[in-house]
């Protein structure tokens, strides 16, 4: 019969989707290198060519591919602090953008102009000059922020205190119980020099689990950032990477050349 299958080499499938340093590439695994929940995950090479036509029809009687067209994209739904920082073009792969500790609660109230407030545990192992954290008064969206001065510990309570210029709000006041946590500021615009990141996409195969493996040597993530407060379906951050030829200073090009996407099917 016509159009009949000859194998059951089929794909219906979700992929895994690894991030990081183009050096570490064939170090990528899930549980450490995972961009988390992703769908749709397409590559697809949109070439152009180059033609020579000829007579009053413009027949083509030579053409000369002049560019590959490499893109990929993928819907990413996890509003990881790393994973922002990739849908920004910055480079988190190192431990600056691992998660964030858990949230603390106050020992001690923080009056209007304050820029001190407590904790009775030792926090400093996870908290330090320079850091920023937010102060949030229960769990609604009354919350400031913070740059941090010092932590001290002493007599089983940090103190934390705040840079100049991050003082409590006038007419606020954050009492015993507020919650407290550790966030990573990323600054949008200003930057003049985009992370190149190398990818890895695993998918598996329905009919035996077998995986098909993509590997992008050197990448740049050129879109991705959407941060939209909706309530009708969860956000995502459409990421689209656009992938680059390996050149001679790359640490895969001894491996993959001048490959811009590799593949291993089975």
């Given at each position: 019969m016509a159009g009949t299958a000859r194998t059951d080499r089929f794909l219906l499938s979700t992929a895994t989707v690894m991030v990081g340093a183009l050096a570490d590439l064939h170090s990528f695994q899930p549980n450490t290198h995972s961009i988390g929940l992703v769908k749709n995950f397409t590559l697809t090479s949109d070439p152009g060519y180059v033609?020579?036509?000829?007579?009053?029809?413009?027949?083509?009687?030579?053409?000369?591919?002049?560019q590959d067209g490499i893109k990929a994209a993928c819907e990413v739904y996890e509003y990881t602090v790393r994973n922002l920082a990739y849908a920004a073009g910055l480079d988190a792969s190192g431990v600056s953008f691992d998660p964030m500790p858990a949230m603390w609660i106050s020992s001690g109230a923080a009056a209007p102009a304050a820029v001190v407030i407590t904790v009775a545990s030792d926090i400093t192992s996870n908290l330090a000059a320079g850091d920023y954290i937010f102060l949030q008064d229960g769990i609604d969206d009354s919350v400031h922020i913070a740059k941090v001065l010092t932590a001290v510990f002493a007599t089983a309570t940090t103190t934390i205190t705040f840079a100049t210029g991050y003082g409590v709000p006038a007419g606020k006041t954050f009492p015993i119980g507020t919650r407290i946590g550790k966030i990573k500021r990323i600054d949008l615009?200003?930057?003049?020099?985009?992370?190149?990141m190398a990818v890895k996409v695993v998918g598996i195969l329905p009919k035996d689990n077998s995986p098909f493996t993509i590997l992008l040597p050197r990448v740049k993530i050129t879109k991705g950032l959407s941060v939209g407060f909706q309530t009708d379906n969860f956000g995502n951050l459409p990421f689209e990477f656009t992938p680059y030829a390996g050149?001679?200073?790359?640490?895969?090009?001894?491996?993959?050349?001048?490959?811009a996407a590799v593949l291993f099917p089975r």
């Open positions: 033609e020579l036509t000829q007579g009053i029809k413009n027949t083509v009687v030579m053409s000369i591919r002049n615009g200003g930057v003049q020099v985009q992370a190149e050149v001679p200073t790359d640490p895969m090009y001894p491996f993959y050349g001048e490959a």
